[in-house]
């Protein structure tokens, strides 16, 4: 079954506009949630809004503010917000088309699958996904979303498209500060041309498929073993030898990556059903 569309709108070039829908591509189905209980009887807590003048409050008597100085707090009520909150116009504006090396990926935040809205959208769309992957371009653009603008970028995705969020600029901060107190002089030749060799031999194609999240698995046989009453398998932890001589650790690993590997058992670990 298609999965439901979370928004519907239109792809603006110009005077182009194409119907989209636009799909989460992220799923947080298998994400495990824990809730907070009272120790001895297990009920769920419930937070309250504490003032620490007036003593608890409710919803109704809060608002919003922006602390400009220490304990000092300009308030924004729901007018003043409602006044510089822009409309929602259900498009994608693309402004701009860039080689996609030019889009450093740090700035790239939600995925989004976009796809036509219904038949008569499908030649539009087609046309406009094929001339982006003709070109070798990915669009960048706007949309209004909830009141806020977000930046986006569009490129395509097999027979559709897929938009990330961006982050803006002033979002990320600069690396050069985290790495200024390193040393400029260039590393040991040997050395570095080892360490490209370990590289080299354990390069290979990208399966994603193939990791599977280590931790959830362990907490859901956890669970899983507290559910049937049984004492759970815990996995000793591996410790990590401190490395001495960085020169032969870099051999012995490069002459380690050259043995030939056993088969890998792929561990596909299914969700546990503890109604089983």
Not at 127 to 147: D, S
Not at 159 to 171: D, I, N, S
């Amino acid at each position: 079954m298609k999965p439901r569309c979370t928004w519907t709108g239109h792809l603006k070039l110009s005077l182009v506009t194409v119907p989209v829908r636009v799909y989460t591509a992220i799923s947080t189905a298998d994400k495990i949630a824990f809730n907070q209980l009272h120790k001895d009887c297990h009920q769920r807590i419930k937070q309250k809004l504490v003032c620490p003048v007036h003593g608890e409050v409710t919803r109704e008597d809060l608002v919003k503010g922006y602390e400009y100085a220490t304990d000092q707090f300009v308030i924004l009520n729901e007018t003043d917000l409602e006044a510089v909150r822009l409309e929602t116009t259900g498009t994608v504006e693309l402004v701009q088309f860039i080689r996609p090396e030019e889009l450093d990926p740090m700035y790239l935040d939600a995925p989004y699958y976009i796809g036509p809205d219904g038949p008569v959208a499908e030649e539009g769309f087609a046309v406009f996904r094929e001339a982006l992957r003709r070109t070798k371009r990915i669009g960048i653009g706007r949309v209004v979303l909830g009141g806020k603008e977000k930046l986006v970028v569009l490129k395509p995705l097999t027979k559709g498209l897929v938009l990330f969020t961006l982050r803006y600029a002033t979002e990320v901060r600069a690396a050069a500060a985290y790495f200024e107190d390193l040393r400029q002089e260039p590393p040991d030749a040997t050395q570095v041309a080892l360490a490209q060799k370990l590289i080299e031999s354990k390069s290979s194609a990208l399966d994603l498929a193939s990791f599977t999240d280590r931790y959830q698995a362990a907490v859901l046989d956890l669970i899983k073993a507290k559910v049937d009453g049984t004492t759970p398998v815990l996995v000793p932890r591996s410790e990590v030898g401190q490395v001495i001589n960085l020169m032969e650790a870099l051999r012995q690993s490069v002459e380690q990556a050259a043995k030939k590997p056993e088969p890998v058992r792929k561990n596909g670990r299914k969700k546990v059903d503890l109604a089983a």
